[in-house]
């Protein structure tokens, strides 16, 4: 008899090994993906900025469904925002610092699944030359290990940080401290 945590497991491979037996790795699609990140403001309102520009890959292994190859980078220098003044101040110095460090990358190695959508994925934040681990809750459209070949498939995903652990303090009296990261991203096989 499986216990609660076999059973899942065994699921798990079954579901992520309907995919290929070498894995699947899929690219992001720029056009159809998006990240923003939202930081409380004066105390009762939110400032959100988008990374439009961003690249990566994903490769999902059936032989072992915490495994897990996230790799995605965001073209800091093409960070926007709700207007000018805050778009330049935060591609600054004393925020994303977009001339001395132009990319922010995010590394996932290990996913937990809670089922056949939706788990965790915790990996490795870096922004502003500095890298921190994050935990990035995540949920896919379609079961990844039930997707046909040659089909698309969605992945989005939240996490929040403290903006003070990666070297960006500025307007600590105006600016709230805990930013929330979100990501859509679309998903195409990589042939």
Known sequence: MLTGRAFLASLCAVLLG???PAGTTYAVDA??????A???FLGFGSK???????????????????????????NARALTAPDNLTR?????????????????????????????RSGTVEGTLTARGVSQPVTLQVAFDTPPGTVAPGQPLTL????????????????????????????????????
Do not use: H, N, Q
Not at 31 to 36: L, Q
């Open 18 to 20: 309907a995919a290929s």
């Open 48 to 74: 959100t900025a988008g990374f439009p520009d961003l690249a990566g890959t994903i490769r999902l292994s059936p032989d072992d469904p915490r495994r897990i190859d996230l790799d995605v980078r965001l």
């Open 88 to 116: 330049e101040r935060l591609r600054g110095e004393k925020f994303f610092w977009v001339e001395k460090y132009p990319t922010v990358r995010f590394k996932g190695r290990r996913m937990v699944l809670r089922d056949a």
């Open 31 to 36: 056009a159809a993906s998006s990240v923003s």
């Open 156 to 191: 989005t995903g939240e996490t929040r940080i403290d903006r003070r652990d990666f070297g960006m303090t500025a307007y600590s009296l105006i600016v709230g401290k805990t930013v929330t990261i979100r990501l859509k991203a679309r998903l195409r096989p990589v042939a």
């Open 38 to 40: 939202k930081v409380p």
